[in-house]
């Protein structure tokens, strides 16, 4: 059973990082695209940054040379480093797998709350 | 980037309705194009996709159709589970891949 838990939301302070974890089971991370979406609070979903197989990165302009995506082939686990955090950055975010390498979301964590305040 | 709309925002329906929802590319994107279904406090779930491909496990009272730059999102006949929001997302052209604003499906 394909499985994402994302882990390492909580609250921080405005040009504060964080490091958000997303740990798969059921898959290997390694062999499929996988992406970063964030919800704002009552808002739409925003895509974040995507890591292809082949470990190429694309981020949303929102978020370029602020956060950078990654993975453990080793613990199958995806990762987001977030820098210079702003208040519009707070939103809930979840890691989703890429189906087939085609573009859409087939599979979903649950999704960790990031806040940005002082 | 390629903006999706759709519309209505928001609507109020019955159990046992068929509502569809519409969603429009700002350039063709021939049929890569996802409808998923968000419950409050939960994760997108994704319902179709290449347009019109029921994801497995879902209800066959969901379909999609279009192509180009207009689709829609059908549901049959409303279910109680069914009152949720509703967001289209393109993968024609990324980055920046890009959902719609969403629509609400609320009870009547």
């Known amino acids: 059973e394909v499985q994402l838990v994302e882990s390492g939301g909580g609250l921080v302070q405005p040009g504060g990082s964080l490091r958000l974890s997303c740990a798969a089971s059921g898959f290997t991370v390694s062999s499929n695209y996988m992406s970063w979406v964030r919800q704002a609070p009552g808002k739409g979903l925003e895509w974040v940054s995507v890591i292809y197989s082949g470990g190429s990165t694309y981020y949303a302009d929102s978020v370029k040379g602020r956060f950078t995506i990654s993975r453990d082939n080793s613990k199958n686990t995806l990762y987001l480093q977030m820098n210079s955090l702003r208040a519009e950055d707070t939103a809930v975010y979840y890691c989703a797998r890429v189906g087939r390498q085609l573009g859409y979301f087939d599979y979903w964590g649950q999704g960790t709350l990031v806040t940005v305040s002082s | 980037a390629i903006r999706m709309t759709q519309s209505p925002s928001s609507f109020s329906a019955s159990t046992g309705d068929r509502v569809t929802i519409t969603c429009r590319a700002s350039?063709?994107?021939?049929?890569?194009l996802a409808w998923y279904q968000q419950k409050p406090g939960k994760a997108p779930k994704l319902l179709i996709y290449a347009a019109s491909t029921l994801q497995s496990g879902v209800p066959s009272r969901f379909s999609g159709s279009g192509s180009g730059t207009d689709f829609t999102l059908t549901i049959s006949c409303l279910q109680s589970e069914d009152f949720a929001t509703y967001y289209c997302?393109?993968?024609?052209?990324?980055?920046?891949?890009?959902f719609g604003g969403g629509t609400k499906v609320e009870i009547k």
């Open positions: 350039q063709g994107i021939s049929s890569y």
């Open positions: 997302q393109q993968y024609y052209s990324y980055p920046p891949l890009t």
